[in-house]
């Protein structure tokens, strides 16, 4: 596996079929997505950890089962904290509701515990 995949594989979790396939499908753009995908998850104003967080609450709030789990999973790789994956999906909860707080309580019960 490619330096690229193995590097979005630590930060998520697992790599979706679709990377390797847009890989081959469609190199131009597997080229751009990567590269977004660096930029947006290099430490700046905010920390990687911060930004998993926040990729957490969004994806608990969209309800995206495959998403929260793999940022989830991106989030124990980076040694996120439990407590503040908490915050993050009472943020969340807030400003999305119920069901997102909920959604995203069962995924970081199974997934951090």
């Excluded at 679709?18 to 104003?45: C, N, R, S």
């Excluded at 943020?91 to 995203?104: K, Q």
């Amino acid at each position: 596996m490619e330096q690229k995949l193995k590097d979005l594989e630590e930060k998520i979790g697992k790599v979706p079929k679709i990377f390797a396939e847009l890989k081959e499908m469609e190199p131009d753009l597997y080229e751009k997505v990567m590269g977004l995908d660096q930029m947006v998850w290099a430490d700046g104003a905010l920390s990687k950890q911060t930004k998993k967080v926040l990729a957490i609450a969004i994806a608990a709030s969209l309800r995206d089962r495959h998403a929260v789990r793999a940022q989830m999973a991106g989030a124990k790789n980076l040694g996120v904290k439990k407590e503040a994956i908490e915050e993050g999906l009472r943020v969340a909860f807030l400003l999305a509701g119920m069901p997102a707080y909920v959604y995203g309580k069962a995924a970081l019960e199974e997934f951090m515990d």
